[in-house]
């Protein structure tokens, strides 16, 4: 109780530390911003602060409880005499007629707080189902978490953490994995990152109302995104995990609606609007490769939108705080290795970047755009199992969006954000992906979220095409939102409603269905009290108290049952359980089935895992392939543990075959009665009592791989 306690007290001086940042400097950089556009400022200010705390404590092996708090703690005082001084010296800047906040119908608006509560039920019960047995997205096992972890572990961000036998994910980007590793240190476990990705939600429905705002649109603009955020792909895998599209989608949007606003102030702040939003695009470059495509497309569109005589002044802002709140990754792997994306061919002219060996081939989608064969069997219902039953619907307006954005824009920036989908979509279909398995693009249906980016900005610019700019075509296109999203709710992945339709992912549990329910509920009684109550700022200031009780009073048991239940059944039973009884411990991973591996850091995270292979140049990783050499890389480890993925596996009879190692533990998950040898795919625990001899490696025992 007392460490939950020093946990909420140390995440409550973060949160009113970044609250003065964001306040004092958006007072003194956009002095004349209110409601919503104002708030999405401070938040963006907020996360470049943290994010960039984090990167800078972390290069110097930092990142630990005691310096994150009292650089949190001198930033809050920072933020504070900022503010003061930004208040007694306010210039306020009186925005244009056009601009105005339009004061919104009732119905438009009771319509989007419907949409925003129905979205909140989807990734609710989901976030609900990871606090009662753990998140168990594969990305989350795979590397996300794992990345978050050994942060922690080094209080250092700068070495290269090897999580599988390709050095592809170990170069991404990780930002988002910043945020974990923060929540990790702040209560000593991870409890907080089922929840981190509806605060990423909020902020993407959040920067979606701020983009229609100017025009009166925001409940259309809300209600498209929504439509997007409720597609079984992203429920399926954004909430109660640290899946990271929603991080890059939610940062896209902030940029989009702090560049439309920047049109809607006149003077200094201007500047200030588009250097703001070129830190958020910032953000979104540092956390996913898939934002490489629309932020070097808005790059371009910054450049070619400034007047002559402003493009460097502009443009080098932009540049500048786009490269420096997301650069660092790539210059830790430029540092590295020698190349920003390590794990792609980089060749200009004469100059060849040096990247390492990948032995999984890719492949991109439009190797199959004219396969009829790849579209009936794989794309097709590819399409229908990531954005629902109506997915023709969603693929169609965005296109629609994009497509009146670029031949009847409303704005300048509107077409170029009209261009920067459609170059989005385009990278899409020639990203190198890992893509193909069985014949054809077997894994299309979990990559097609990559394609998100242009789908959400078609959604949230077609209400602002002039030619829809009357009562009835807007009363249609919001009707037309709000029905795509209520049918996308009879998907079987978002609810466990007993339809047998194919689905993307198994459904929760009725219990957790009920508490999404039940938060949905609320999120729509509160709003509808904040949007129609005279008396707002009242309730907000209740909300508040009542939510802050909730968490001190209620937190403790949530995180009690969360910790007791965490991987004690799923995704892989016994093993798993014993692996949570496990602390400080270091384990040794080897095999294919990586999407496991995050369990294994135990209920505190204070296991150390590591997968095992040999390093080469240029980032290079490949596996033992020798018995004497396996043995020798255990024992200099100082591993405690050995964990097989898979049998019959070379590293298992390694291990297996040494009087110091012990099995403690093996899960089947499926005989192979043809193999060479008596084998399984399934998981082995071992347990390393004293030293492995290099010298008594045999034939069974294990020799060279080739």
């Known amino acids: 109780m007392t460490r939950y306690l020093f946990g909420i007290a140390a995440f409550a001086l973060v949160l009113a530390s970044m609250g003065l940042v964001a306040q004092g400097f958006r007072r003194l950089l956009l002095p004349g911003w209110n409601g919503a556009p104002a708030r999405l400022a401070e938040v963006v200010v907020a996360l470049v602060t943290a994010i960039f705390t984090l990167e800078v404590l972390g290069v110097v092996g930092w990142l630990r409880l005691g310096p994150v708090l009292i650089a949190f703690g001198a930033e809050g005082f920072f933020g504070w005499w900022v503010g003061r001084r930004a208040h007694r010296g306010d210039r306020v800047t009186v925005p244009t007629a056009e601009v105005e906040q339009i004061r919104q119908r009732g119905p438009t608006r009771l ?130 995990g640290a899946y990271d599209d929603i991080v890059g989608l939610a940062l896209l949007l902030s940029v989009v609606a702090l560049l439309i606003h920047r049109d809607s102030f006149s003077g200094p702040t201007e500047l200030a609007s588009l250097g703001l939003a070129g830190a958020a695009a910032g953000l979104a470059l540092g956390t996913k490769y898939t934002m490489l495509a629309p932020i070097g497309a808005l790059t371009i569109a910054v450049f070619a939108l400034a007047g002559h005589h402003r493009r460097i002044r502009q443009g080098g802002l932009w540049l500048g705080l786009v490269l420096g709140a997301g650069g660092f990754w790539y210059l830790r792997n430029w540092a590295t290795v020698g190349n920003p994306l390590p794990s792609l061919h980089i060749k200009l002219g004469p100059i060849s970047f040096p990247s390492p060996p990948v032995a999984e081939a890719t492949s991109n989608v439009a190797q199959y755009l004219f396969d009829g064969h790849a579209w009936g069997r794989f794309m097709l219902p590819g399409l229908r199992l990531s954005f629902g039953p109506v997915w023709p619907a969603v693929l169609g307006v965005a296109a629609l969006g994009l497509v009146l954005s670029l031949v009847a824009p409303r704005t300048r920036w509107i077409w170029s954000l009209g261009a920067v989908g459609a170059v989005s979509g385009l990278a899409f279909l020639v990203t190198p992906q890992f893509l193909t398995a069985n014949g054809g693009p077997y894994f299309f249906p979990y990559n097609v979220r990559y394609v998100d980016p242009a789908l959400i900005l078609g959604l949230v610019l077609l209400p602002l095409c002039p030619r829809l700019d009357t009562r009835r075509w807007r009363a249609g296109l919001l009707t037309l939102y709000m029905a795509a999203l209520l049918v996308t709710q009879l998907d079987p992945t978002l609810w466990p409603d007993g339809l047998h339709y194919a689905s993307f992912a198994v459904s929760v549990s009725r219990p957790d269905a009920m508490v999404g329910l039940l938060l949905g509920l609320a999120v729509l009684g509160v709003g509808a009290l904040l949007v129609f109550h005279r008396h707002g700022s009242t309730l907000r200031a209740v909300s508040v108290v009542v939510i802050a009780v909730l968490v001190v009073g209620g937190g403790y048991s949530v995180q009690q049952s969360y910790l007791g239940d965490r991987y004690a059944h799923r995704p892989v039973p016994n093993i798993d359980t014993r692996a949570q009884g496990i602390r400080n411990a270091r384990i040794a991973v080897s095999g294919f089935l990586t999407q496991a591996e995050y369990p294994l850091y135990g209920r505190d995270n204070s296991n150390y895992v590591q997968y095992i292979g040999i390093r080469g140049p240029h980032g290079a990783f490949a596996a033992v392939r020798t018995c004497p050499q396996w043995r020798r890389i255990i024992d200099t480890g100082r591993y405690d543990y050995v964990f097989e993925f898979s049998e019959p596996s070379p590293a298992a009879r390694w291990t297996s075959g040494d009087p110091s190692a012990h099995l403690v533990a093996r899960d089947v998950l499926q005989k192979l009665p043809g193999a060479a040898y008596p084998g399984f795919v399934g998981f082995s625990l071992f347990r390393i009592d004293g030293h492995l001899d290099p010298a008594a490696c045999t034939e069974d025992g294990g020799g060279t791989v080739g």
């Open 111 to 240: 319509v989007a707080l419907v949409a925003i509560s129905i979205v909140v039920a989807d990734w609710g019960a989901r976030t609900a189902d990871a606090l009662h047995h753990g998140m168990i997205t594969p990305d989350t096992l795979w590397y996300h978490m794992p990345f978050a972890a050994r942060f922690v572990q080094l209080g250092s961000i700068t070495s290269l953490h090897y999580v599988d036998p390709d050095p592809v994910t170990v170069f991404f980007p990780a930002n988002s994995e910043l945020i974990h590793s923060l929540g990790i240190l702040l209560m000593g476990n991870d409890v907080l990152s089922p929840l981190v990705n509806l605060g990423w939600l909020a902020l993407g429905l959040l920067a979606a109302w701020c983009i229609g705002r100017p025009f009166g649109l925001s409940a259309a603009t809300v209600t498209g995104a929504a439509l997007l955020f409720a597609t079984p792909g992203l429920v399926a895998t954004q909430p109660g």
